[in-house]
């Protein structure tokens, strides 16, 4: 390989990115220097908040620039080192970018320990997904064994994780999710005790048949109207963990607050949101828990692994907004440079 192909950032979407909002460039391989080293890239994550680093609006993080790389977490090996912690060989997982080749000087960059995962694991599980549904549940969820919990997203990367991790302390455990097919994955394969179909039940039936005592923890990853439903069906004292709305992120005009949310009030509950970057110093504490419960058969981490080139990324990433991933969606392009 002589080349490095990038996906850059062409113009901020309207709605939905579309093709002409992406530049691919074929360019050369970049150069390291000291401190640094270069990385194959193999496999690149695809996550909603992708979404939202397109616009150019205050967030959490800066917005991608235009003609910039796109953000993206990804894993790969190490093929040339100027840093003596980093060598030749050794597998890594960092904010590489949607690109073939990227040069880094190791800031946030973590060794994919073999011991622990597979380099996929490292995007899901053992990675930002896995590690937001601990923190998420852990510090804001605050479950205790009987609570009644629910998951919105119920079969991607961090909702899955978030389920049976309440099942692991005791919840009793209600996923959403799209469609009889995946609804069945939710109870059949990730063990939870029931699961509602937000697109072919009614969310308020399903919530009085699903949880008849009430909501404990809400974990919402969706927003929208799930998450008004929700709010409508709180036991006392309920934590809702503010994880994510994607319902919302391709919204053109604004999206109309949940009109439920006095429940916060009536019910004595607390609502907070969280970034999972705020807890970096315990990830490695948190990756050896979740690699365990995994090797014990006790967490399922389901994956969509797509095979392609980084050019395929404008496509895959669209497949998070249609609901086309069982758990965390990853493009695998080491069969692209063969
Ligand atoms: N706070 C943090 O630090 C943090 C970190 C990482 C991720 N997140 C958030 O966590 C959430 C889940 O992320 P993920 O990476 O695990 O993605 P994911 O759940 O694996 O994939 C997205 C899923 O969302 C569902 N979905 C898409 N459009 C929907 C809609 N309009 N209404 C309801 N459901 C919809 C689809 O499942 P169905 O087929 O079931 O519809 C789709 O499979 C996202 O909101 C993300 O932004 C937050």
């Known amino acids: 390989m002589t080349t490095n192909?990038?996906?850059?950032?062409?113009a901020?979407?309207?709605g939905e990115p579309r093709h002409s909002d992406w530049i691919i460039a074929q360019e050369a391989i970049p150069e390291i220097g000291p401190g640094q080293f270069l990385v194959r890239v193999d496999m690149i994550s695809l996550d909603p908040a992708m979404r939202g680093w397109l616009d150019d609006r205050p967030s959490y993080l800066p917005p991608v620039g235009i003609g910039d790389v796109m953000r993206a977490g990804a894993v790969g090996e190490i093929i040339a080192s100027?840093?003596?912690?980093?060598?030749?060989g050794m597998g890594v997982q960092g904010a590489f970018g949607?690109?073939?080749f990227a040069v880094s000087d190791g800031q946030g960059v973590t060794r994919v320990d073999p011991?622990?995962?597979?380099?996929?694991?490292?995007?899901?599980?053992?990675?930002?997904?896995?590690?937001?549904a601990y923190f998420g549940l852990f510090d804001h969820g605050k479950p205790k064994a009987g609570d009644t919990l629910v998951v919105s997203a119920a079969a991607g990367a961090v909702g899955s994780v978030v389920g049976q991790i309440g099942k692991i302390n005791g919840c009793r455990v209600i996923g959403i999710a799209g469609g009889a097919e995946k609804c069945a994955y939710v109870t059949n394969e990730l063990g939870f005790d029931d699961v509602i179909d937000y697109k072919n039940d009614n969310l308020r039936e399903a919530f009085a048949r699903t949880c008849p005592t009430g909501i404990d923890i809400y974990f919402d990853?969706?927003?929208?109207?799930?998450l008004n439903a929700a709010l409508g069906n709180l036991a006392l004292n309920a934590r809702v963990v503010i994880c994510g709305a994607i319902s919302q992120y391709n919204a053109e005009t604004p999206t109309p607050g949940p009109s439920n949310y006095l429940s916060v009030l009536i019910r004595r509950a607390t609502m907070s949101g969280f970034i999972v970057f705020d807890y970096v110093n315990q990830y490695r504490t948190a990756q050896k828990r979740l690699a365990a419960w995994v090797a014990e058969g006790r967490i399922t981490a389901p994956e969509t692994i797509i095979g392609g080139s980084v050019t395929d990324f404008p496509d895959v990433l669209l497949k998070l907004f249609t609901g086309d991933n069982v758990g965390k969606l990853v493009l695998d392009i080491s069969g692209s440079r063969r």
Do not use: A, C
């Open 221 to 226: 990853n969706v927003g929208g109207k799930i």
């Open 98 to 100: 949607v690109q073939e």
């Open 5 to 10: 192909t990038t996906v850059r950032l062409g």
């Open 115 to 132: 011991r622990l995962g597979t380099p996929s694991m490292y995007l899901g599980v053992l990675g930002i997904t896995g590690l937001t």
């Open 12 to 14: 901020r979407p309207i």
């Open 82 to 88: 100027e840093h003596p912690q980093f060598p030749v």
